[in-house]
């Protein structure tokens, strides 16, 4: 079954540079989010969008932005980037939003090295 | 304050052996979903299971089983015969039908040891 698919997977930026990354949800899935996840932590929310919208936002720095397409792929710009950043970041997607119980579904990953 | 609480920070445990993870949730909720994913040393998040609030009977898959208590709270994971396989970080989660967020647990560390 097709999965989340994200890419890069992996990613070494400069601080300062600015840094995209892409999503491409499960077929059908109509919400997208984005979660940040630094060593030995738990993922940290970011974003998320349902229908092309932005659904909810969580810790996501005004230097982060995000957008879902027409085609429900989700992209996460990240800018000014320091040395923070360096993370795993995660999209995920869910076919309806999380209230009705629906399932999170998570891509591999993204990770970012920020020197 | 911290929804989802996995005290259990780290485990290791000799192949073979059963481990059970903990997870206890708090929610005002009535209706809310519980999750386990599992996280191996590769990074990918794997979905293993979803429970709902009213639905609290346990599920066996394989090796692995779910008892979720209502009572106190707490939707435990249990592995039995554990392989090295199974080393990985396991997430305990949670969602509730008043708002659109998924709350992690801070993660057990299983380590399996051949």
């Known amino acids: 079954a097709a999965g989340v698919i994200q890419s890069p997977r992996h990613l070494i930026k400069e601080k300062r540079e600015t840094a995209t990354l892409k999503c491409y949800p499960i077929?059908?899935?109509?919400?997208v989010y984005w979660y940040q996840q630094g060593p030995g932590q738990d993922p940290q929310f970011l974003i998320s969008?349902?229908?092309?919208?932005?659904?909810d936002k969580g810790s996501i720095p005004d230097r982060f932005s995000a957008q879902q397409f027409s085609d429900y792929h989700s992209e996460l710009n990240m800018s000014s980037l320091e040395l923070g950043d360096s993370a795993l970041y995660f999209c995920?997607?869910?076919?309806?939003?999380?209230?009705?119980?629906?399932?999170?579904?998570f891509g591999e990953g993204s990770w970012l090295t920020v020197v | 304050a911290q929804k989802v609480t996995q005290a259990q920070t780290e485990i290791s445990v000799v192949e073979k052996e059963d481990v059970t993870l903990d997870c206890v949730y708090e929610?005002?909720?009535?209706?809310?979903?519980l999750f386990w994913y599992k996280q191996p040393p590769s990074g990918e998040l794997v979905f293993l299971i979803r429970r709902n609030s009213f639905d609290e009977q346990n599920e066996i898959s394989g090796r692995y089983s779910w008892n979720f208590q209502k009572s106190t709270s707490s939707f435990n994971f249990t592995i039995t015969a554990s392989q090295v396989v199974d080393s990985a970080v396991y997430f305990c989660a949670l969602s509730e039908a008043t708002g659109n967020q998924f709350y992690f647990g801070t993660g057990t560390s299983l380590t399996v040891i051949p």
């Open positions: 995920a997607s869910s076919l309806g939003l999380l209230n009705l119980g629906n399932t999170i579904y």
């Open positions: 929610t005002r909720d009535t209706t809310y979903y």
């Open positions: 969008f349902y229908e092309k919208m932005q659904s």
């Open positions: 077929p059908r899935h109509d919400t």
